[in-house]
Structures are given as C-alpha cells and as structure tokens.
C-alpha cells in the first residue's frame, strides 16, 4: 500500500525538496565563491613572495605585510570551509533531546564564527517533548538564522529563546544588526528570488510541522525570527 500525502502536505514536500536542492547549490557556491577564492589569493601572494625571493635575504616590512595577508586568507578560509562543513553533521536527532540538540549547534556556531549566542530557556521549556520532524526543523532554522545573523546583519551576536506553552513551542532568534525589509513569504506575492531561499527553507520547514514562521525586521532596527511548532505534551 502507498501512502499519500494530502495536497496541502504534498505540496509543501514538494518545495522542501526543491528548496534542499537550491540550498546544496548555494552552499557549492558559497563555498567555490567564499573560501576558495580566499586560498586562490592566498597561492597569488605565495607565489609573488617566492618569486622575489633570494637565498640568504632578510624579510623587510612588505613581505612580513604580505606574509600577515596571507595568514589572515587562510584563517578566514579555514573557518568558512569549517562552518560550511558542519551543516552536513547534523546531531543524532532521534537520540537526544531538542534542548541538547539546539544547545549543540549554539555551541558549535560560536567555535566556528566566534560570535556569542545569548541563549535562554524558559522554565517550561525544559524537558519539553517534540516530535523527530519538528525537532530537525528547529535545528535547521536556527541553523540557518544564527548563519545569516553572522553573514549579514553586521554584528554577528544573537540572542536566542526557548519557550513552551499551551501545547506550542517557540523559538526566537534576534539580532541588533542592520536589519532589511522582508520580502513576502505567502500569497500570491510570495517571493522566489534567490537571495530569499534561506527564508524559504525556514517557512517550508515550519508549515510541514504545522506550524508558524515570522520575520520581524526593518533597516537599522535588528531582525527577529519566531518559530511555533506542536509540542507532543
């Protein structure tokens, strides 16, 4: 016997797989346009240095600049391609709980980006039971709010919030950086464009749960994500 999805829930799997898709594509690209770039810079400076080299010289002021240059493009490479890497060791989901599974990546986006993540639990978000589905979709979202605040608010640090009531969980994820006009995420004016696909992904995710997704955010005034799904308690 097969199993059908109703047309609502098809759908929505549908463009999830065609948002995964685009985001594997986006995270090739990050990377070939990202840290590659940066280690290609890095082979040019090499190469200038060694071709001005004579046996024996001493290491004047613009070759100890270069050589800072260089070591800078490999840090920043190193820490892209780290970052890049860990969205592809998602934690044992069915194993641990959604509060060690949030607190993992917390954790792990701090060692690779060195930002700081204010992260508070509401009391009765202790413990809170979720199911497998809606626990991977939390991760992801914040996986991916934590990576845009770094990538593109301008301060890098976040605040995060765990709450649960009335048979809900809420998760918030707030910034103080620059802040943009969000582009619609439903209706007929919903947006496609490929700068966007990161909101997507967010809201793709949350309706397959059930659930619901918002982005507050203006120029200059922060951004703040919140995320409702169905706890199983």
Not at 78 to 87: V, Y
Not at 123 to 136: F, H, K, N, P, Y
Not at 166 to 174: H, S
């Amino acid at each position: 016997m097969t199993a059908m999805l109703p047309p609502d829930e098809h759908l929505a799997a549908r463009r999830i797989l065609a948002v995964t898709e685009e985001e594997l594509q986006r995270l090739i690209l990050n990377i070939h346009d990202g840290p590659v770039q940066k280690l290609f810079a890095a082979l040019s400076q090499l190469n200038v240095l060694q071709a001005r080299a004579s046996p024996g010289a001493a290491l004047d002021d613009e070759w100890l600049a270069r050589l800072n240059r260089i070591s800078a493009l490999v840090e920043a490479s190193l820490a892209e391609i780290k970052t890049s890497i860990g969205t592809f060791r998602p934690p044992e989901f069915a194993r641990r709980d959604l509060l060690t599974v949030l607190e993992g990546l917390i954790i792990q986006h701090e060692e690779f980006t060195g930002s700081q993540v204010n992260f508070q639990v509401a009391g009765e978000a202790q413990g809170v039971r979720v199911a497998l589905s809606a626990r991977i979709a939390l991760y992801r979202i914040l996986q991916e709010a934590l990576s845009n605040v770094y990538r593109h608010s301008g301060v890098g640090d976040a605040r995060v919030r765990l709450s649960a009531a009335a048979r809900r969980v809420r998760l918030e994820v707030e910034d103080d950086g620059r802040g943009f006009t969000p582009p619609p995420l439903a209706g007929p004016e919903a947006t496609e464009r490929e700068e966007h696909i990161g909101l997507r992904g967010m809201r793709e995710r949350v309706s397959l749960v059930g659930g619901t997704f918002t982005v507050e955010s203006r120029p200059g005034a922060g951004t703040r994500i919140v995320v409702e799904v169905p706890s199983d308690e």
